[in-house]
């Protein structure tokens, strides 16, 4: 089956505006702004995470239609997790509209047009960008169509077809 419908833009985060929000997002807002960049979680997901669920340097979120999946915690991450102490409940105890505005306000004074979910796409892009297979990135992301992610995000998959063919050995 082809899908021949034209994707949606996507707007991502470059390394610049994501340092530009590191240096900038103050205590617990950029804790969380770490952790949507480094799972690539939805707004809920993030705030609906137990502490419970971080153990053996991995995340357990409990995503769409109460399913779960296991997220590997990665270094920059750690450091966050270890810098805020363990705890109980949830981790970030934030109403989501009020993590929506600050999002959307933040990402408005970097210049970047976009929302909360702005963080999960920049996730996704860079998985692609960097090599990482579109059915790795969608266990790791939830999509449990591997069409849709490719369907979304084929603008970046496809820019990466000449380097994938360039790896043959022969």
Avoid: C
């Amino acid at each position: 089956e082809q899908i021949t419908e034209k994707p949606k833009e996507v707007h991502v985060l470059e390394k610049h505006h994501i340092d530009k929000l590191r240096n900038t997002l103050p205590g617990r807002w950029l804790n969380l702004f770490e952790f949507y960049i480094n799972t690539g979680a939805r707004r809920n997901e993030i705030l609906d995470l137990e502490w419970k669920y971080i153990k053996n340097n991995t995340i357990e979120i409990h995503g769409k239609g109460n399913r779960k999946r296991i997220i590997p915690i990665n270094a920059k991450l750690q450091s966050v997790i270890e810098s805020m102490g363990r705890g109980v409940g949830r981790l970030f105890k934030i109403d989501p509209a009020k993590v929506s505005r600050r999002f959307n306000n933040e990402l408005k004074n970097i210049g970047v047009s976009g929302s909360v979910h702005t963080l999960r796409r920049t996730y996704i892009s860079h998985m692609l960008m960097a090599g990482v297979d579109p059915a790795t990135v969608g266990d790791l992301t939830g999509h449990t169509d591997i069409r849709t992610l490719i369907k979304l995000y084929s603008h970046i998959i496809n820019h990466h077809k000449k380097a994938a063919v360039e790896k043959l050995p022969y």
